[in-house]
């Protein structure tokens, strides 16, 4: 299992934002200027996005487990 920084092509997570926003236009708005972590273990099971919003505060804007990975204790680490 490993957690990994997404650097590009952020939209390809799409299906896993929107289990978070089901809006599509709100993603978009954070999703360039976030950060954008993926939990790995044999495929993509989790995403989470955290934008900074001033001088030490930071905001979990998105977070989600895939259904089929929900309840596996992936969300635990």
Known sequence: MKIRKVLENK?????????????????????????????????????CVVTKEGDGIYEIKSIAVKPDCQRKGYGKN
Request: no cysteine; net charge negative.
């Open 11 to 47: 939209k390809a997570y799409i299906d896993l934002l929107l289990l978070a926003d089901e809006q599509e236009s709100m993603i978009d708005k954070y999703l360039e200027r976030g950060e954008m972590f993926v939990l790995d273990d044999d495929g993509v099971k989790a995403e």
